[in-house]
Nanobody
Framework: QVQLVESGGGLVQAGGSLRLSCAAP????????KGWFRQAPGKEREFVAA????????YYADSVKGRFTISRDNAKNTMYLQMNSLKPEDTAVYYC????????????????WGQGTQVTVSS
């Protein structure tokens, strides 16, 4: 089973920034839509952002709109999530995945999940 690989997480103070990366070793997903999700302890996995295959369309959860930016570089087979103005409530494990279903927003529409990268925002 092909899996994506997330990186770039870490510990940051509130108001700080991080950039997450999502790579696909051994498999090209340049014609696939992709997304970022996150899961905080004791909570369900939730949608953060998504991007279509060309990068021309992006989608965001209301909670991150204006602070996070999703992008992709198909030449590098990599997707990114630039996170600015981070808040303690952004603390979670962040996952990337490939969209294979109809919805951009539902977990069930995604496959090839990575192992996740921890983001911790201190107050």
């Amino acid at each position: 089973q092909v899996q994506l690989v997330e990186s770039g997480g870490g510990l940051v103070q509130a108001g700080g920034s991080l950039r997450l990366s999502c790579a696909a070793p051994g498999r090209t997903f340049t014609s696939s839509d992709k997304g970022w999700f996150r899961q905080a302890p004791g909570k369900e996995r939730e949608f953060v952002a998504a991007i279509n295959w060309s990068g021309s369309s992006t989608y965001y959860a209301d909670s991150v709109k204006g602070r996070f930016t999703i992008s992709r570089d198909n030449a590098k087979n990599t997707m990114y999530l630039q996170m600015n103005s981070l808040k303690p409530e952004d603390t979670a494990v962040y996952y990337c995945a490939v969209r294979r279903g109809t919805s951009y927003y539902n977990v069930e529409s995604y496959d090839y999940w990575g192992q996740g990268t921890q983001v911790t925002v201190s107050s």
